[in-house]
């Protein structure tokens, strides 16, 4: 997949425009904003249907609680606001009044992970697909690109009951074509190979990409895997790459702890087991870079996944080896 | 509006099963919390006989006025009320707090029961009036929305996010009893953390804000009119009680916020109520 001519477009972006349009044929959904519209971009819904916006200013665990009591008079109800904040400070309120009375609230939060960049660590929310997917009722969905992220708006506003959408500030290649399959609890395979699977999530989906390309020119057949949906998670694919692979390698821009690498090793240790290795940010907070920076200092990116990979196919070599002397 | 002879009577009628209720139901469960419910009944009954309209018959009706019960743990009390109101039969209520009751140890939403939102965090209750305020607004429904809140709950933060968003939306169809007995878990609220003038606050918050003697049942009664009567800000009905109200032993007993009566502490509660 060449992707030096696609065109470069923020997941939040795509929900931004995505929530507008849909909001001329679904008249029961209603924007929250926690003043940040303008980076969050449902600034684009404010414009269109300025009544059924309601910016809830600097005050996040009270956005969520008005989420909650909209949704209980029928309101489908996006909710937006930096991860950090969305997840971090109204954590308590998502769980008490959005999940354990199954509500219908979309929690769509923008500025995940580290490629927020010079924001820094106060900013750089690398917790939050552990805070959601652990809370009962709720669908974790992290998107790859623009095109995903609009099929997740819309299949949360399909969807009966709390959705977590996580979103990315930095524009990233456009890889799916407008018909490109979306669906809760679906992943894709993006690129065959038996050697190691490459099972990533958000701007990690390209990094895993370009990075099964530079091992393919080490003689490397590499499979790489999109997974965007995090909660309920695509159990068969993930079960399919470790019998035909035999080795599995998660990227996400989280904490390795709780996100999408402990979502895979839970399905992989309780079903098909095999070594599942964990890329992300291992127990520390970012810090300010740029997000090529950032990515580069933790390994995330291409380079960085490739070189792990290699690191672990040479060890599994190894390890076959001993096991057939 | 006077409170008419024959609706007072089924105020105070109502309010004495509540606090009968919450004896045997706390008693039973052998945990809960009599004292603030005991409190609030004269409030409560006033709000569910004279105001609120739940009924059976309307409970899935989505013009219908909302409740949130903001400091759940006082639930023994809402749940009287409900049963009395005929959401579900009063024998029902000797199970609350046990393995597989619908009578959760704090409110879980249900549209069977008529029970609006799930609470027992404290703080929460608020921001969810302000959603359900918004709603009824923006789909054209008179319905009220009613938020039960207390002096200990207004310690926590999102109280005032929620009451900033409330006057700033203009939210007149929200009004919040909030139940002042200046007692909470740990002891007399002087001595633990003072929230001060209630009614002060919500008034610089942009609310109309009344000070209510909340064992009155016909100024809580004046004091609910005058809510509706606002055009463009919330109400908060600053209710002054008595936590224990109507067990001597109990009244003003921080140390009756959380434990139950055994058989024979019941057994004179009741006695005291008139019912024992």
Not at chain 1, 233 to 240: R, Y
Not at chain 2, 246 to 267: K, R
């Given at each position: 997949?060449?992707l030096?001519?696609?065109?470069?477009?923020?997941?939040?972006?795509?929900?931004?425009?995505?929530?507008?349009e849909?909001?001329?044929?679904?008249?029961?959904?209603?924007?929250?904003?926690?003043?940040?519209?303008?980076?969050?971009?449902?600034?684009?819904?404010?414009?269109?249907?300025?009544?059924?916006?309601?910016?809830?200013g600097?005050?996040?665990?009270?956005?969520?609680?008005?989420?909650?009591?909209?949704?209980?008079?029928?309101?489908?109800?996006?909710?937006?606001?930096?991860?950090?904040?969305?997840?971090?400070?109204?954590?308590?309120?998502?769980r008490?009044?959005?999940?354990?009375?199954?509500?219908?609230?979309?929690?769509?939060?923008?500025?995940?992970?580290?490629?927020?960049?010079?924001?820094?660590?106060?900013?750089q929310?690398?917790?939050?697909i552990?805070?959601?997917?652990?809370?009962?009722?709720?669908t974790?969905?992290?998107?790859?690109?623009?095109?995903?992220?609009?099929?997740?708006?819309?299949?949360?506003a399909?969807?009966?009951?709390?959705?977590?959408?996580?979103?990315?500030?930095?524009s990233t290649?456009?890889?799916?074509?407008?018909?490109?399959?979306?669906?809760?609890?679906?992943?894709?395979?993006?690129?065959?190979?038996?050697d190691?699977?490459?099972?990533?999530?958000?701007?990690?989906?390209?990094?895993?990409?370009?990075?099964?390309?530079?091992?393919?020119?080490?003689?490397?057949?590499?499979?790489?895997?999109?997974?965007?949906?995090?909660?309920?998670?695509?159990?068969?694919?993930?079960?399919?790459a470790?019998?035909?692979?035999?080795?599995?390698?998660?990227?996400?821009?989280?904490?390795?702890?709780?996100?999408?690498?402990?979502a895979?090793?839970?399905?992989?240790?309780?079903?098909?087991?095999?070594?599942?290795?964990?890329?992300?940010?291992?127990?520390?907070?970012?810090?300010?870079g740029?997000?090529?920076?950032?990515?580069?200092?933790?390994?995330?990116?291409?380079?960085?996944?490739?070189?792990?990979?290699?690191?672990?196919l040479?060890?599994?070599?190894?390890?076959?080896?001993?096991?057939?002397? | 509006?006077?409170?008419?002879?024959?609706?007072?009577?089924?105020?105070?009628?109502?309010?004495?099963?509540v606090?009968?209720?919450?004896?045997?139901?706390?008693?039973?469960?052998?945990?809960?919390?009599?004292?603030?419910?005991?409190?609030?009944?004269?409030?409560?009954?006033?709000?569910?006989?004279?105001?609120?309209?739940?009924?059976?018959?309307?409970?899935?009706?989505?013009?219908?006025?909302?409740?949130?019960?903001?400091?759940?743990?006082t639930?023994?009390?809402?749940?009287?009320?409900?049963?009395?109101?005929?959401?579900?039969p009063?024998?029902?209520?000797?199970?609350?707090?046990?393995?597989?009751?619908?009578?959760?140890?704090?409110?879980?939403?249900?549209?069977?029961?008529?029970?609006d939102?799930?609470?027992?965090?404290?703080?929460t209750?608020?921001?969810?009036?302000?959603?359900?305020?918004?709603?009824?607004?923006l789909?054209?429904?008179?319905?009220?929305?009613?938020?039960?809140?207390?002096?200990?709950?207004?310690?926590?933060?999102?109280?005032?996010?929620?009451?900033?968003?409330?006057?700033?939306?203009?939210?007149?169809?929200?009004?919040?009893?909030?139940?002042?007995?200046?007692v909470?878990?740990?002891?007399?609220?002087?001595?633990?953390?003072?929230?001060?003038?209630?009614?002060?606050?919500?008034?610089?918050?942009?609310?109309?804000?009344?000070?209510?003697?909340?064992?009155?049942?016909?100024?809580?009664?004046?004091?609910?009119?005058?809510?509706?009567?606002?055009?463009?800000r919330?109400?908060?009905?600053?209710?002054?009680?008595?936590?224990?109200?109507?067990?001597?032993?109990?009244?003003?007993?921080?140390?009756?916020?959380?434990?139950?009566?055994?058989?024979?502490?019941?057994?004179?509660?009741?006695?005291?109520?008139?019912?024992?």
């Amino acid at each position: 997949m060449d992707l030096s001519e696609a065109p470069r477009i923020a997941t939040r972006e795509a929900y931004g425009l995505s929530l507008a349009e849909l909001g001329k044929s679904r008249g029961d959904i209603v924007v929250l904003d926690a003043d940040l519209s303008g980076s969050t971009r449902t600034k684009y819904f404010a414009q269109a249907f300025p009544d059924r916006f309601f910016n809830c200013g600097v005050a996040e665990a009270n956005m969520l609680g008005v989420a909650a009591g909209l949704a209980t008079g029928g309101k489908t109800v996006f909710a937006s606001s930096f991860a950090m904040f969305a997840t971090g400070k109204a954590w308590e309120q998502i769980r008490q009044s959005v999940c354990v009375p199954e509500l219908n609230v979309k929690i769509c939060a923008t500025h995940a992970g580290l490629t927020v960049g010079e924001d820094g660590k106060s900013h750089q929310m690398l917790e939050d697909i552990t805070l959601m997917r652990v809370l009962p009722h709720m669908t974790v969905l992290v998107p790859a690109d623009a095109t995903e992220a609009a099929a997740a708006v819309r299949a949360a506003a399909e969807h009966d009951g709390p959705v977590y959408i996580r979103l990315s500030r930095a524009s990233t290649p456009v890889l799916f074509p407008e018909d490109h399959p979306f669906a809760i609890g679906k992943g894709h395979l993006l690129r065959d190979g038996t050697d190691l699977a490459l099972i990533a999530c958000g701007v990690e989906v390209v990094e895993a990409l370009a990075a099964a390309e530079l091992l393919a020119q080490d003689g490397f057949a590499v499979r790489v895997i999109d997974m965007p949906s995090i909660k309920p998670i695509d159990e068969d694919l993930i079960c399919a790459a470790a019998e035909e692979c035999g080795a599995i390698m998660t990227v996400e821009e989280h904490q390795v702890c709780g996100g999408l690498g402990d979502a895979v090793g839970e399905v992989v240790g309780a079903r098909c087991p095999v070594p599942v290795h964990k890329l992300g940010v291992h127990d520390t907070f970012g810090q300010s870079g740029t997000p090529t920076e950032l990515l580069a200092h933790h390994g995330l990116d291409a380079a960085g996944i490739a070189t792990s990979a290699r690191a672990l196919l040479t060890t599994l070599a190894a390890d076959n080896k001993k096991g057939r002397a | 509006m006077v409170l008419s002879k024959e609706l007072k009577l089924e105020v105070e009628r109502t309010a004495r099963g509540v606090r009968e209720d919450i004896i045997r139901m706390v008693n039973a469960a052998g945990c809960g919390h009599p004292g603030g419910p005991l409190g609030m009944a004269d409030f409560m009954a006033t709000l569910f006989v004279a105001h609120l309209n739940l009924k059976p018959e309307n409970r899935d009706a989505p013009d219908r006025d909302r409740f949130i019960l903001g400091n759940g743990h006082t639930c023994a009390g809402y749940y009287s009320l409900l049963a009395q109101r005929g959401l579900f039969p009063r024998e029902e209520l000797l199970e609350f707090r046990k393995f597989g009751s619908r009578l959760q140890g704090h409110p879980h939403r249900s549209a069977e029961l008529g029970i609006d939102m799930s609470t027992g965090s404290l703080g929460t209750g608020l921001s969810v009036g302000v959603g359900m305020a918004l709603a009824a607004r923006l789909d054209g429904h008179g319905s009220r929305i009613y938020v039960a809140s207390s002096d200990g709950e207004s310690q926590e933060g999102q109280i005032w996010e929620a009451a900033t968003a409330a006057a700033h939306y203009g939210l007149a169809n929200l009004t919040v009893l909030v139940d002042f007995n200046n007692v909470q878990i740990d002891g007399h609220m002087r001595d633990v953390m003072d929230v001060r003038d209630l009614r002060e606050k919500y008034t610089a918050f942009g609310w109309h804000a009344m000070d209510v003697d909340g064992h009155d049942v016909e100024a809580i009664h004046q004091a609910l009119c005058d809510a509706k009567t606002e055009s463009e800000r919330p109400s908060a009905l600053i209710c002054h009680t008595v936590i224990g109200k109507g067990v001597s032993f109990m009244e003003d007993q921080p140390g009756w916020h959380g434990v139950a009566p055994d058989n024979e502490q019941a057994a004179a509660a009741l006695a005291e109520l008139g019912t024992g």
